[in-house]
DNA sequence: ATGGTTGTTGCACAA
């Protein structure tokens, strides 16, 4: 079973792309962020068409997020689960896919250190804990898969320096990071790459994409009873070449 | 210190 999560920046911008490439890397699960549609303009036929069934939780204009599976797609819970406010913005929806508990999260930018938004998002990852204790638990199959919008650790950026006193590096960021491996999930990239500096983020400003100018803030976090099933995890780096391409490229997992 | 680009919306804001 092949699942990927990718920030597609806008699907009414990217639908050619996105299902060029759903065709080319077939995969069975898609977790997809920032869709940037209203419930009712999300191209449910076309994903049909090519085999998927989809479950969307938008809002329009920004955020948006998204299941495609091939697999089976049940009880889908759209925002947060459990006690707990829920979030006010699109960012979360889960499904049962293929017996996985998935997750499609697009986890606050937080833009810098000292905004309300940087609040919201340190309190998004603490809700992410509760939504999970009241969805499912750490022994079954789980992957909490999207835009972390955090740098796990300094390997995950060209330059270490660019995260001084800025979002996606900051100790608070990677602690609630901490607490979800406590949990039991595993950023399933790093348990195959110990060392490649690969990253599925670059600014489309100043040609960072081509100065090799990236961060890896796309991860998919899995459960151990899922690690142990893997064999094979990549970063799709060519997705973010070309014609009017994401800013993000799609990471992508195989199950035995 | 600023700017660089893209998307959505509307004459900014978010990333």
């Known amino acids: 079973m092949r699942i990927v999560t990718w920030n597609v920046n806008s699907l009414r911008a990217r639908q050619e792309r996105v299902e060029e490439w759903l065709a080319e890397v077939q995969p069975d699960v898609v977790l997809m962020q920032e869709t940037k549609l209203a419930d009712d303009a999300f191209p449910t036929?076309?994903?049909?068409?090519?085999g998927y069934s989809c479950a969307h939780h938008g809002q329009g204009q920004w955020n948006g997020v998204a299941i495609l599976s091939k697999v089976g797609l049940d009880d889908v819970v759209a925002n947060f689960a459990g006690p707990g406010d829920p979030d006010p913005d699109a960012r979360i929806i889960t499904a049962t896919c293929g017996?996985?508990?998935?997750?499609?999260?697009?986890?606050?930018?937080?833009?810098?250190?000292?905004?309300?938004?940087?609040?919201?998002?340190?309190?998004?990852?603490?809700?992410?804990?509760?939504?999970?204790?009241?969805?499912?638990?750490?022994?079954?199959?789980?992957?909490?898969?999207?835009?972390?919008?955090?740098?796990?650790d300094d390997r995950d950026v060209h330059d270490p320096k660019v995260l001084v006193g800025a979002t996606h590096g900051s100790e608070p960021e990677r602690q609630r990071l901490a607490?979800?491996?406590?949990?039991?999930?595993?950023?399933?990239?790093?348990?195959?790459?110990?060392?490649?500096?690969?990253?599925?983020?670059?600014d489309y400003r100043g040609g960072d994409f081509h100065q090799g100018r990236g961060m890896r803030i796309d991860l998919l976090m899995c459960s151990k009873s899922v690690v142990d099933r893997v064999t094979w995890t990549a970063i799709d780096r060519n997705a973010r070449k070309g014609k009017s391409p994401s800013d993000h490229a799609p990471v992508m997992v195989d199950l035995d």
């Not at 036929?45 to 090519?50: V, Y």
């Not at 990852?125 to 955090?150: K, M």
Request: aromatic content about 14%; cysteine-free.
């Open 45 to 50: 036929l076309a994903f049909e068409s090519m």
């Open 99 to 152: 017996g996985v508990r998935v997750s499609s999260v697009y986890v606050p930018n937080g833009r810098s250190l000292d905004d309300d938004h940087y609040t919201y998002k340190l309190w998004w990852l603490g809700r992410l804990q509760a939504h999970l204790d009241a969805d499912t638990s750490p022994d079954q199959d789980v992957i909490v898969g999207g835009d972390y919008n955090i740098a796990p």
């Open 179 to 202: 607490e979800l491996e406590a949990w039991g999930l595993t950023d399933v990239f790093r348990t195959m790459h110990d060392d490649d500096r690969m990253f599925s983020w670059w």
